[in-house]
């Protein structure tokens, strides 16, 4: 029978089981947007839990690998900030692991720089990041419509629609005016009818569903083009060409048509003014034939 004497001596050389806590993040690092915290924990036993705190709030308990934190530092102050992990095992052993980061979401730059950096993102399709960028400009300005906008386009790109049509109708409702909102509302709603459609449910209520987001869309469209014009305006020469630009592109051939005769009268020589005129005029006529 072994003595007790040697027992001890037997732990003290081998000595007693550890826990250790590893994580991808450094000391003092900085933090911005959603922060994943990637843990792993050696032990000689199972381990049972670990734990996530930002502070001495308790955020999140994970009992499964791979050991996973999310912080969303947007909810966070910029500055210093102190989380902490801790680690059990099933025979009672456990281990902590502290950390001070620093939370910095660039604040200071402004919304603009923000809704700029997110339209940047919106353009390599890269939704996520625009997402945070978005959060960014409206966590400094809650009411900035580029921002909504920003992340309206985001949550289509991933096909979140809800979503998507919850920041384009805040951006609406904010300004009744906003005409990329309701072009980008018109949007979703036709993805929505497509998606309904591709799903396979009831096909006859989902064709009606699309004939009808398809006229919205097309009434919304116009209406935008029409405001466009209606911005604009009596042509004049300053503003001439952009003003049947716009009325050709909104159907208002006639409106194009009477913009530009008096400056071709002037100067028939001028192909843009020419080539313009002659496609409106062969729009009015084929839109008038197609009334008859």
Known sequence: M??????????????????EINVNTEEGQSLSGVHVFRLTVT?????????????SDLRETDTSTPYEFMLDTLTEKDGALQVSFAAYTTEG?????????????????????????????????????????GRTALLIDSNSNPA???????????????????????????????????????????????VTFNRGENRQETLVAIQTAMKDAIE???QVLDEVVDSMGTPNDSNRMAYADAAIR?????????????????TPEDSAIANRLAYAQLRAMTAERCRR
Not at 3 to 18: C, H, N, R
Not at 43 to 55: A, K, L, T
Request: hydrophobic fraction near 45%; charge should be positive; avoid cysteine.
């Open 43 to 55: 032990s000689d036993h199972p381990v049972s839990q670990v734990e996530f705190y930002v502070g």
């Open 2 to 19: 072994m003595s007790t004497a040697f027992v001890l001596a037997t732990a003290l050389l081998l000595g007693s089981p550890k826990v």
């Open 93 to 133: 052993e456990s281990a902590k692991k502290a950390l001070n980061v620093r939370i910095d979401n660039q604040l200071s730059k402004g919304a603009d720089f923000h809704v700029n950096r997110g339209n940047e993102l919106l353009a390599v399709s890269k939704w996520d990041e625009a997402i945070q960028a």
């Open 250 to 266: 909104a159907g208002r051939y006639s409106a194009a048509i009477l913009a530009l005769t008096p400056a071709f009268r002037s």
């Open 220 to 222: 919304v469209r116009k």
């Open 148 to 194: 909504r906008l920003v992340m309206a386009r985001a949550y289509l790109g991933k096909g979140v629609l809800d979503q998507a049509q919850r920041y384009a109708e805040d951006a609406i409702a904010s300004n009744a005016n906003f005409r990329e909102a309701k072009e980008l509302l018109a949007a979703i709603n036709l993805r929505r009818a497509f």
